[in-house]
């Protein structure tokens, strides 16, 4: 069974760099196929994909967000982080990571997010 | 970057009938969309991928469909528990970057 659990603070002040954990279980990031991505959700808003990385330690992240990202793997502890930097009023929101499972279809493979965390909520404020 | 768009915003629908949730891609995106369940307070759960294949443990009364342009989720017989929002989501192959639509809300009427 595939589990995932964000952690980090609950309150960061303008300008500083905000470190979310992901904790996982149930698979191995050094596995081909295997992925983790990190989403958010601003209070009353919709999701927002940030930033993924795959067992090859591929990494990608939103093209607006891209300067201010980084994704990182330990997969001795089962865990990735999300780092970003000068966060600002907007980036409140809640953080979930989520493992990214190769789907195969008719056609071709899709990478879907097929299991989440339960969330972390971060406030920005001074 | 591709846009997705989601109509309606809100959809009232009475428990026992039939839903329909629409989303539009700004360009051609073949057959990569996903669908997702949110619950209140609840992490999203995937429903369906490659535009029209279930999820592991997805009841079947959940349908996904389209292609190109122009994608659908069909719920063919609401239950209380279905009742929440839902996000399409598409997944560009290179590089690698997903875009989720901006949600459906489905409330009881």
């Known amino acids: 069974q595939i589990t995932l659990k964000e952690s980090g603070p609950t309150l960061v002040k303008p300008t500083q760099t905000l470190t979310l954990t992901c904790n996982f279980s149930?698979?191995?990031?050094?596995?081909?196929?295997?992925?983790v991505a990190w989403i958010r959700q601003p209070p009353g808003e919709a999701l927002e994909w940030l930033a993924l990385?795959?067992?090859?330690?591929?990494?990608h992240y939103t093209p607006s967000l891209k300067s201010r990202l980084t994704i990182t793997k330990d997969t001795t502890k089962n865990q990735v982080v999300l780092v970003v930097t000068n966060v600002d009023p907007v980036d409140t929101a809640t953080y979930f990571c989520?493992?990214?499972?190769?789907?195969?279809?008719?056609?071709?493979?899709?990478?879907?997010?097929?299991?989440w965390g339960q969330g972390t909520t971060v406030t920005v404020s001074s | 970057e591709v846009v997705m768009t989601q109509s309606p915003a809100t959809l009232s629908v009475s428990p026992g009938d039939r839903a329909t949730l629409s989303c539009r891609a700004s360009?051609?995106?073949?057959?990569?969309v996903a669908w997702y369940q949110q619950r209140p307070g609840q992490a999203p759960r995937l429903l369906t991928y490659?535009?029209?294949t279930r999820a592991t443990g997805i009841p079947a009364r959940f349908s996904g469909s389209g292609f190109g342009t122009e994608f659908s989720l069909t719920i063919s017989s609401l239950q209380s528990e279905d009742f929440g929002v839902y996000y399409c989501?598409?997944?560009?192959?290179?590089?690698?970057?997903?875009?989720f639509g901006q949600g459906t809300k489905l409330e009881i009427k």
């Open positions: 990385i795959f067992w090859d330690d591929d990494k």
């Open positions: 149930g698979f191995s990031l050094s596995t081909l196929g295997m992925g």
């Open positions: 490659g535009a029209s």
């Open positions: 360009q051609s995106v073949n057959s990569n």
């Open positions: 989520a493992h990214i499972a190769t789907m195969p279809t008719s056609s071709n493979y899709y990478y879907a997010m097929d299991v």
């Open positions: 989501q598409h997944y560009k192959n290179w590089p690698p970057q997903y875009t």
